[in-house]
Structure formats: structure tokens, C-alpha cells
């Protein structure tokens, strides 16, 4: 089965420094997709970052940077120099079919 | 980048009444839009797939009866929940999904949700 796994529920990070948030995913097939969102207290989900599996560079989106490693089924978000704003759940998901299949989320919380 | 939006962005209903959402996609026609439902500090969970035209694709264990969904054009798409209980309470969020791209880069781009209460 189809399968997004987030391990971290929350972190806290110091400002301006940068930061990763895990997801590893489980699929058996070969075409993939992956999609990291943002969602801050507002509720809205916020689109950050693309990855396809074919891809041979790691996606990249200003701040936001994906460390695709295939092999190892992971999709890991990098935020490069955290800001007081990046506090918000993050959430990793899986194009399948038609639909996306959800990790659990992170919680960031960034620290002045 | 792709703008959807969704009204009301709270709603505070008696049980027994039905209320509507609205999700428009802004900028771009979506001719695939999705309902989805959060519980508080959840992920998603997908309740149905509104196809412009056609009938409603609904996730295992939602009733379609309930959640009434009609997607008359290719940006709007509306959810309405019949004879609300305070089970139903939930945060409401819909996305509409853009044609770009190759097909698993489709991505989804969400309304800014709705908060329901029913008293």
C-alpha cells in the first residue's frame, strides 16, 4: 500500500537557521509525484514545492529545496534560513492515481 | 500562481439545517476539484471528488446523501451538507487541481478552507 510517513510531529528551530523536515514515502510504482504543502494557523494549505520521480535534480522553490533520494524512498524539506513566518504544519504528500495520499504533518515552530 | 476560493470562510448553523460551500478556482479551470475534511491537528482526509459534469466520486465511508456535491462548471463546485449535526462540525477544505504539466505534477491548489459549527 501507498504510504506517507512523517516522523517528526514537532520541531522548534532558531531563526535564520535552516531546517529539514523528514518524509518518507512507500510506493510500488516506478511514476511518482511528490508535494510538500504548508499550512499555518490560517487554516489555508499552501502549495510549496514539486518533485517528480523522474527528476535528476533536486527540486528547489526560493528558500524551499526537496532532498530527493530515491532509493531510499525519501523526500526530505529543507527550509534555508528560517523566518518567524515559516511557523505553520507542513505536510508531505504522494500523487496516486487521482488523488494525494497525506503524511501526518509537522509542526514548526521557529524561535525568535 | 493558482488562486481558489471558498465561502463562507466560517459558518455557525442549528442542527437540522443544511449548509452550503462554494470552491471557485480564480484563475484557471479546474475540470477535477476535491473536498476534504480536517480534524484538528490531522492531515487531510479526502471526502470526495467533484468532476465537472458529472457525478461525485465519494471516499469510502462518506455518505453522499449528507455531503451533496455538484460541480456545474469547470470553476465552481459546491458542498453542501444536509441537515448538519454537531458531528459534522469540522474545518471544511477544497482544492481544485490544474492540468499542467505532466500528470503527476497536476498540482492541487486549496481554498482557504471553512470552519463549520453546528450547534
Known amino acids: 500500500a501507498q504510504k506517507i510517513t512523517q516522523t517528526q510531529p514537532g520541531m522548534f528551530v532558531q531563526e535564520k537557521e535552516a531546517v529539514t523536515l523528514d518524509c518518507t514515502y512507500d510506493t510500488s510504482d516506478q511514476s511518482y509525484g511528490l508535494f510538500w504543502y504548508k499550512q499555518p494557523s490560517s487554516g489555508e494549505m499552501i502549495f510549496l514545492i514539486y518533485q517528480g520521480s523522474y527528476d535528476e535534480q533536486n527540486a528547489t522553490e526560493g528558500r524551499y529545496s526537496l532532498n530527493f533520494q530515491k532509493a531510499r524512498k525519501s523526500a526530505n524539506l529543507v527550509i534555508s534560513a528560517s523566518q518567524l513566518g515559516d511557523s505553520a504544519m507542513y505536510f508531505c504528500a504522494m500523487k496516486n492515481n487521482y488523488q494525494l495520499i497525506w503524511g501526518a504533518g509537522t509542526k514548526l515552530i521557529i524561535k525568535p | 500562481g493558482a488562486v481558489v476560493s471558498q465561502h463562507p470562510s466560517r459558518v455557525i448553523c442549528k442542527s437540522g439545517t443544511s449548509v452550503k460551500i462554494e470552491c471557485r478556482s480564480l484563475?484557471?479551470?479546474?475540470?477535477?476539484m476535491f473536498w476534504y475534511r480536517q480534524f484538528p491537528k490531522q492531515s487531510l482526509m479526502l471526502m470526495a471528488t467533484s468532476n465537472e459534469g458529472s457525478k461525485a466520486t465519494y471516499e469510502q465511508g462518506v455518505e453522499k446523501d449528507k455531503f451533496l456535491i455538484n460541480h456545474a462548471s469547470l470553476t465552481l463546485s459546491t458542498l453542501t451538507v444536509t441537515s448538519a449535526h454537531p458531528e459534522d462540525s469540522s474545518f471544511y477544505i477544497c482544492?481544485?487541481?490544474?492540468?499542467?504539466?505532466?500528470?503527476?505534477?497536476?498540482?492541487?491548489?486549496f481554498g482557504p478552507g471553512t470552519r463549520l459549527l453546528v450547534l
Open positions: 482544492s481544485a487541481r490544474t492540468t499542467s504539466g505532466g500528470y503527476y505534477q497536476e498540482t492541487q491548489y
Open positions: 484563475d484557471f479551470q479546474a475540470t477535477t
